[in-house]
């Protein structure tokens, strides 16, 4: 079952791809469309980002997990290398739930 599950995923993935680079020609967006996009992909990858830094298994992940988001959230922006980053990151929240914060 769960390979047939796995296997329709895939294939739903790679008709979607398909289609945009079959269909790019055919369709002609309205240009609002056209400068919404960016806007809407860069929407949902926040969207992401943020359930993922403030929820775990459908509830609260506490205070260290988003504060370590929050540091390398700043170095990434001060345009700090990406190993300081996510070893920053890492280490922020580590040191917080050492010390006891949820």
Not at 20 to 41: F, N, T
Not at 61 to 75: C, D
Request: net charge positive; proline share 4%; charged share 15%.
């Amino acid at each position: 079952m769960l390979t047939a599950v796995i296997l329709a995923l895939a294939a739903g993935t790679y008709g979607f791809r398909v289609a945009g680079v079959l269909l790019r020609d055919r369709l002609d967006l309205p240009e609002w469309a056209r400068r919404l996009l960016p806007v809407g992909a860069a929407t949902l990858l926040a969207a992401l980002a943020a359930t993922a830094a403030l929820t775990e298994a459908g509830g609260f992940a506490g205070y260290a997990r988003p504060a370590g988001v929050l540091v390398g959230l700043v170095l990434a922006w001060r345009r700090a290398p990406f190993v300081l980053v996510v070893v920053a990151a890492a280490a922020t929240t580590a040191v917080l739930r050492l010390l006891g914060v949820a």
